[in-house]
């Protein structure tokens, strides 16, 4: 049995007197495809963004890759992570948010290239060679030269997915990809993520309202509400047979 990827050992977050997360615990295995439903304000984007130490956690433990995220070991003692460590795991993880995140005044293929030139020192010639790779695999080559104000939303988070390949992580996370976009421009992102998930053999975190796509993307889901996984399972149980009446009731809601 290989060793999870992701090892989150009861983490408390709170912003300000709101608990958000209350001793989460979860364990991600390599490779593997988890979706994160449940109500709005449940937590599900505060973990992803703890995991790319855009917040901190007040209280738990946090492994990624068999190292822990905010503590390094020095001498048998855990000491707070410095931003050398922090910089090298985040490298571990990409991830791609609901509002596109591009930057505006760089074009297409320079958003991909500038991560992997400023904090890998890759050559700009390499740099662009992956680039493109990466730009053909989400059917972007041809805008590489165009700014991001001349996209589409879909095709903006296409470039975000590319740009957040560039480092090559083992783990991508997905916040809600696809809920700014236009319904009619929905598919060929979530058509880029199923690519991902067929063809590579990388990690990946969803937090989704599309649970059509999750039903077909996860290998398992796990139903959050105010803060604590309530249910998870295969699509197939939680989707079919919910044994929680919350996970019914929002699953009635949403279906
Ligand atoms: P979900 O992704 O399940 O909708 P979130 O993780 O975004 O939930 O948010 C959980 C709760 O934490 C929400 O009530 C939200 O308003 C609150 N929250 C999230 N980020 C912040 C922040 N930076 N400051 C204050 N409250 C926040």
Redesign the pocket.
Known sequence: MPAPIIKIDSISKS??S?K?LDGLSMEVMPGEKLA?I??????????L?ILMTL?LIDDGHIQIDGEQLYHVERNGQLLPADERHLTRMRQKIGMVFQLFNLFPHKCVLDNVTLAPMLTKGMPRAAAEKRAMELLDMVGMADKAKAMPAQLSGGQKQRVAIARALALSPKIMLF??VTSALDPELVEEVLNVMRKLADETDMTMLL?THEMGFAHDFADRILF?DR?RIVEEGKPDDIFRHPKQERTQTFLKKII
């Open positions: 912003f300000g709101f958000v994160l449940g109500p709005s304000g449940s937590g599900k984007t505060t973990i963004r917040e916040d809600e937090v959050f803060g």
